[in-house]
Structure formats: C-alpha cells, structure tokens
C-alpha cells in the first residue's frame, strides 16, 4: 500500500491551493516583481525613480520525464512556488506541452541570476503534488538561472500512489571553490530530494529514479555562489560528485520604503525573505510558512515617515523579499488588485540604495480588523504576547504589539481576501501550543471571527495562562553547604527538541539559566533520522537547529561568560526503541550506521572547536544498540569503531571530551571505550522513593546509598570526573522514576516534555520536583568526588509550570538558587 496518500498538511495545502486557484495563473511571473519599480502612488510626495537595473531575461527550457502516462482529462504543470510567503500560498503554475505520452516540456523566459524554486503538479479534480521515491512530498527543487539552458527531471511518483522503480544515489562534498575548505550546512537538491552538508562538506541523496537530474548546491545565507550541474543516476550504483562554491563578497544594501498612511505607529516594519537572515528557515513550519517572524530585520523610522534598513548582503544573490507587518503571510504588502507582492533583486557588486513603495497592506474590501487583549498581571514581565491565525490550520504566531499596563494590541489587514470565518487564539512568547490562553488550550478550538466590510475592534480579555500560576518562591535556610572546588558543574540542560521561534529568545532564556546561579549549560542541539534503509540521519530545517543557529545559540551563553558544553542528540520518528527495531542491522546497514554517527560527531566537534565551547558530550540512552553486545548482528570490530571515531572527534576538537552513560541501566553494560573520554555525563534517573508523599530524608537517605553502592565504585574504577544529570517530571509519584504507562511499563521523563501530549492522568507536582532536588542535592553535598549536579529538560522559551521535568519558573528553580552559588563559593 502507499505510506501515505496526502500527507495531513499536504492535505490542507492542496485545499488552500483549489480555493486559490486566481492565484495560480500560468501567463508571467506577474507576482514576482524588480526592486524599486513599484508605479508611484498618488500619495507620493516626491517622484520615486528606480534603483536597480531590470535582470535581463533567459529562456529556460524545462524538460520532464513521467513515471506514468496522464490520465485522460488530466494536465501537468510546472508550479513556480515562493517560499516567502509559502510554498501553497502564492505559486504560479505554467501548464507542460507534451511530447509524448512520458515526457513533457515548457520554455519560459526567467530573470538572469536568479533562483527559481517549483515542482511538478498534476492536475485532476484537485491539483496533486510529486512525490519523492520515499513517498514523500517534494518540497521545491531548484534551478540557477545562468542564461539560456536546458533542465532535466524525472518525476518518480505522485501523492496518491506508490513509488516503484530502480534507484541510484548521489553522493558528494562541496568545498570553497578559493580554498579547498568544506562548507557545512549547504543546500543540496537532485530529483526533488533536500539535504544538507555535513562539516566535512559531505552529502548524500539516496534513492533517486535513474536519468539526469539538475543538482543545485546552495547557501541558506547566499554566501557562496550557487553551483549547478547535471547528474546522472545509474540504478544500482552511486554518482560521485564533487561541487566547488565560489565565496560571495559582501555589499551595504540600504533598504528605504514609503507605507501606506493607514500604517499602525508603533508596529514594526520587518522585511521578510528568502535568505537564513531574513527570517527563512528552509523547513516546513505550521501552516505551511517557511518564514518566523521574530527571525527577520526590523526596519528603523526615519523622520520624514519612511522607514529603512542598512544590512550586508552577498553579491549576486537572488533575493526575494517583502515588507510586512506580520510575516510573509499574514499583513505583508499586496497590490492594490490584492495580490501578493514579492520583490527580487539580484545584489549587486557594489552598495547599493533600494528605495521602495508599500502599495497596500489590505487585500480585497474587507475592512482591517482590530485584536486588543488585556492579560492577567501574573503574565512574566519578560513574555511579549502573540496572535495565532487558523483559516485552514494554524499559522505560526505573530508577535503583537504591546500598549503598556498588560495590554497588546494587533490590526489586520491581510490576506482577509482569502478568508471567510477563520480562527485566531494569544499565547506567550509565540510558543502556541504550549503557553496558550487557558480558553483556547492546545490548539484543538479557537475564537471565531469573519471578515467583514466594516472595521471590526475585538476586545478580548485572558483571564489565565495554561501552565502558569501565581506563585510566591519557596523559603530556605539553615543548610550547611559544602563549597565544591575549581571546576564543579552547577549547570542547566535545556531540552533537545527546538522551534524556530526560540532562536530570539535565547539571549533571556541563557540570563534566566545564570539567575538561578548556574555556572554552565549544557545546549542540546539535535539531527535527525527521516528514513530507515536506506539509512538517511542529518538536520532537517525546521526540526533541528542548523549550524549557524547552534553557532548563535553557543555565542549568547558565551557572551554572559558561562561555560558551555554541547551535547548533541538524535530525532526519532517515533521512539528510539521503535527505531532501532525496524532498522534491518544486516553488515552494509551497520557500515552506513557507523558513518553516518561518525559524521554526526564530527560535525559538532568542528562545531565546538569553532565556538571554543569548554565541553563536548557524546553518547546518551538512544546508542545502547551500536555498543558491544547490544545487538547480535553488530559488526565483530564495534569497538575499534568507535575508538577510531572517539580518535577523530579529538582530532577535530582539542576539549574535553564527554560520555553519556544513563543510570540506572548503564552501568553494567558500558562500553570498554568510554576509559577513552575525559569524563561521564551520568543521566541520572532512579527510583528514590515508592511511597506516595516521600519524605525528604527518605529519598536523601536512597539517593546516597545509590552513589555509594553503584556510582562511587564505577568512578573510582574510571578516576574521570563525574558529573549528575537530573531529570524528574513535575508530576505526582516522579520519585519513582516509573510513571505507570497504563500498560505494565514506565513512562520515561521525556514523555512529559512540551510538544508532547498531555496525560490525563497525571498532575502537576512541582513541591515534588522541589523535594527530589532538595534531597539529590544534599545526598551530593557530602560526596565530594561529585563533581557536577545539572538539571535537565529545560525549557528555554518561557515560565511552564507544567509536568516536564523543566524547572523554569517551577519551585525547583529556588532550590537550585539556594544551592548553587553555596557550591560555588559565591555565596558563604
């Protein structure tokens, strides 16, 4: 059977894409317009002349192959997508002529130096979208517009049947072009398939449908030059391919623009587009976006009303853009006929001055409509307050703007001409879905409202956050704390699972973390496994931090002067024990395993070399399976494996070098290599307590003989540092570390994280939480050869006193607070 026949967002995207059909017209690229030749408004004061030279046009031939024949009554298009305002949301489609019955073909003259993103569309009652052979929807392939040329595809399946066919693989490194160097974090595209380089440069694209295919490599930040070539697939075998990205220089580009008189003052003027710093993450976030609004420049006034950013930007990149007063969907600019405006321009060689002109904020007669909402004191002074929108599913959330006194407050102009009655929802610090307002919890339901003629002005009023509670902290005093030495670790473990929406709000999340006295944090960036056999493990846009996220999120912990260690992990579709039971583990599997991690590791030992991070830690719960005798098929030489790759990671990254050994559980059967690291990052999770109230002296008293009987003799066995690793949900019976699963078994800590769903059957106990801490850390105050204590799961974004094991904003962050700057000496 097909593994999927519509996906539930490709589902949703092809309905807005039908009932968006003006939008879809395949006469020009009338959408897609040259900087600065906006027709000047009779609003104007001054004649606005053009700043940039039109691109002069090259015509394109695009040449297709089909793995099946049409069906009669159906068409093929070529869907010109644009990613700033969303991949369904404003493509322009161009009907193929057919050739024959499997190979189709289309001219179309396109802008010199440009980037051009589409995919295939097969029209039928409703418009269906190409497929990868993995049964997945292509996301947009890619072609540089370098003159006059010729593009080769294939179309391996469509959405709504099954890929079936011989395969080959492209594998490859792209270096720079001026130094040989490897480049990571490259976009590189084949046959529809998306991956990103490793360190090393590295890539590969497995299971692409034999023929040529266009490869594009690509910087997510432009750069580098884009590079393009053909590439043949033989079935069966791989296609070695090397690309070489000539570095781009960078030029001052100042952007000015005149907005429409009915511009809110005080909202901000950002400017979205296409590149990494212009707010686009290159993943599919909700609703389809690819852009966050808190990601992209914010434009500053001037005092004649126009309003203007100065940015570097790199030659010759293909830059599409637009001004808005949300994100690339929702307030942007529109023409006056209500389509969507989208600007190119290709960066000269030289600074330059763009001037440019906001027709319109409002698309069609629909009049703006006004959000104002008062929320309750106990809001933390440090949240901003957004607006969710659902006219189809929800969208990504857009900040509002703040009035003073606990009030915001957002005006929408648009796109109301695509909607009818649409949902809106407020949360905090657009982390919806988890801080929402306690009428519209989890998403499942939101406040109604419809378009209309006539201005609206809805006055809401949140009464409570989901998750948050006024709470007084809690009152220590009289213990005796035994000052640690040089080097003992009061840290923080953030949570290893990531929304593009927190990159902006790192810089509090990190001066919360040292607030509680911690003098380092542990940052969890992740990738992640999307295919089993083959094998394919790397960072997907989106769902795992990129390079240059890691990079920035390392740079603001750094600035505060905390130590650093970078403890990286894996995704998983489902769970890691799930995973590793549907892996074939056959010898070819194990070598592309081993690779893969090692490439992985590498990948973030370069990481911390670049960042000069105090700490690297590898290992964790999820690779019991790749360690000798955890599995019967695991190759005879494991462990010269990994000592090699242990030998690699060093030879990138000259610090201190990590294991992540879980307890309980991990003890007994740890790998002989670990004698190899220069410390263990002990993950500790156990039992302290089955009674339902647990004393503290009580759960003291276990922990202690825990250390004695079990971590005492295993470190002085290893004589490495030692650090503990606690994680305990803030629910009842968390001292057991066995949260029943209804089924016989436990449920793991991680299952009560955010963006997980809630259960029902447990509640909050955050005094809990507080008492484990309170007796973990006394059990570690007279255990000297201790030389760490770091919570775990923290959640950065915002205060949750929910049932993770976070302690943002929980009573346990008070315990934290007492104890650490007393282990640190900083406080007598």
């Not at 010898?587 to 991690?597: H, S």
Request: charged fraction near 15%; charge should be negative; include cysteine.
């Amino acid at each position: 059977m097909k593994k999927h026949l519509i996906t539930h967002l490709t589902l949703r995207l092809v309905l807005l894409a039908s009932l968006s059909a003006l939008l879809l017209n395949g006469c020009t690229l009338s959408l897609i317009e040259p900087s600065g030749l906006v027709t000047p408004t009779p609003t104007l004061p001054f004649p606005l002349p053009p700043t940039t030279t039109p691109q002069p046009n090259a015509e394109v031939t695009f040449d297709v192959s089909l793995p099946a024949p049409l069906l009669l009554g159906e068409s093929l298009y070529l869907s010109v997508v644009d990613e700033v305002t969303g991949l369904a949301l404003n493509a322009v489609n161009y009907p193929l002529r057919g050739v024959d019955t499997m190979h189709y073909t289309l001219a179309l003259p396109l802008p010199i130096n440009s980037m051009v993103k589409y995919r295939y569309l097969r029209q039928t009652a409703l418009p269906i979208l190409e497929d990868s052979s993995a049964d997945q929807t292509v996301r947009y392939r890619m072609a540089y517009v370098t003159g006059p040329m010729a593009v080769q595809d294939v179309v391996a399946s469509w959405s709504d049947s099954p890929f079936s066919g011989p395969t080959g693989r492209v594998s490859g490194q792209v270096v720079n072009a001026a130094d040989g160097t490897p480049i990571p974090d490259i976009l590189v595209t084949a046959g529809g398939l998306q991956t990103l380089t490793d360190s090393g440069g590295n890539f590969s694209l497995e299971e692409l449908p034999p023929g040529t295919h266009n490869m594009v490599a690509y910087a997510l930040d432009g750069m580098h030059q884009p590079f393009q070539q053909g590439a043949t697939v033989v079935a069966g075998k791989p296609t070695p391919v090397k690309l070489a990205m000539a570095p781009a220089a960078l030029v001052n580009v100042i952007f000015t623009v005149i907005v429409p008189h009915d511009t809110v003052p005080t909202a901000p003027i950002r400017l979205a587009g296409n590149l990494y710093q212009l707010g686009n993450t290159f993943g599919d976030l909700d609703g389809g976006l690819s852009l966050v609004a808190t990601r992209m420049p914010v434009l500053s006034p001037l005092p004649d009303g126009r309003f203007t950013l100065s940015i570097m930007l790199p030659v010759g990149a293909d830059i599409r853009y637009k001004y808005t007063m949300g994100d690339g969907f929702w307030n942007a600019e529109h023409r006056q006929n209500g389509e969507f405006v989208v600007r190119e321009l290709i960066v000269p060689q030289a600074n330059a001055l763009i001037q440019d002109v906001v027709e319109t904020w409002q698309a069609g007669p629909s009049a703006p409509i006004l959000f104002e909402v008062s929320v309750p004191l106990e809001t933390p002074v440090t949240d901003s307050i957004s607006m969710q929108f659902n006219p189809y599913g929800w969208t990504e959330p857009i900040p509002m703007w703040p009035l003073g006194n606990n009030r915001w407050v957002y005006k929408l102009f648009s796109p109301l001409n695509m909607l009818g009655i649409f949902e809106y929802r407020y949360c905090r610090s657009d982390q919806c879905g988890s801080a929402d307002d306690i009428a519209t919890p989890d998403g499942h339901h939101g406040q109604p409202v419809s378009t209309s003629l006539a201005p609206q002005d809805l006055q809401d009023t949140v009464s409570g956050w989901t998750w948050l509670q006024a709470s007084k902290p809690g009152s220590l005093g009289g213990l005796q704390v035994t000052p640690r030495a040089d080097g003992f670790w009061a840290g923080v473990e953030l949570q290893a699972y990531y929304d593009p929406t927190w990159q902006a709000l790192m810089p509090q999340a990190f001066q919360n973390v040292q607030a509680v006295g911690s003098n380092w944090v542990v940052i969890t960036p992740t990738w992640t496994y999307s295919r089993t056999s083959p094998l394919v493990f790397a960072p997907v846009p989106g769902h795992d931090p990129l390079w240059d996220d890691t990079d920035e999120t390392i740079g603001r912990a750094r600035a505060l002067n905390m130590n650093v260690a970078l403890f990286p992990s894996a995704n998983f579709p489902n769970s890691a024990e799930e995973w590793w039971n549907a892996t074939p583990r056959d010898a070819t599997w194990w070598d592309n395993w081993f690779a893969r991690y090692q490439a992985f590791a590498v990948y973030y030992a370069d990481l911390a070399n670049r960042t000069s991070v105090q700490c690297l830690i590898l290992g964790g719960d999820w690779l019991a399976t790749a360690f000798p005798g955890g599995s019967a098929t695991l190759p005879a030489d494991a462990d010269t494996r990994w000592r090699n790759m242990i030998a690699e990671v060093r030879e990138h990254y000259a610090g201190a070098v990590y294991w992540a050994l879980p307890y309980p559980g991990g003890l007994q059967s740890s790998p002989a290599f670990i004698k190899d690291m220069d410390g263990i990052y002990l993950l500790w999770s156990a039992p302290l307590s089955n009674s339902i109230v647990p004393s503290i002296e009580e759960m003291q008293t276990q922990a202690g003989q825990l250390l004695d009987k079990d971590i005492q003799p295993f470190h002085a066995s290893l004589q490495k540092p030692l650090v503990l690793a606690v994680a305990y949900p803030s629910v009842n019976g968390a001292a057991s570390a066995c949260p029943p699963d209804g089924k016989g078994g436990c449920l793991p800590w991680t299952a009560f994280s955010q963006h997980q769903p809630d259960n029902p059957a447990f509640s909050v106990d955050m005094k809990s939480q507080a008492d484990i801490y309170q007796a973990l850390l006394s059990a570690v105050n007279s255990r000297a050869w201790i030389t760490g204590f770091v919570s775990r799961g923290y959640y950065p974004p915002t205060i949750l006193q929910d049932e993770s094991a976070s302690i943002h904003g929980k009573s346990a962050a008070d315990i934290l607070w007492y104890w650490y700057p007393r282990m640190l000496g900083v406080v007598k």
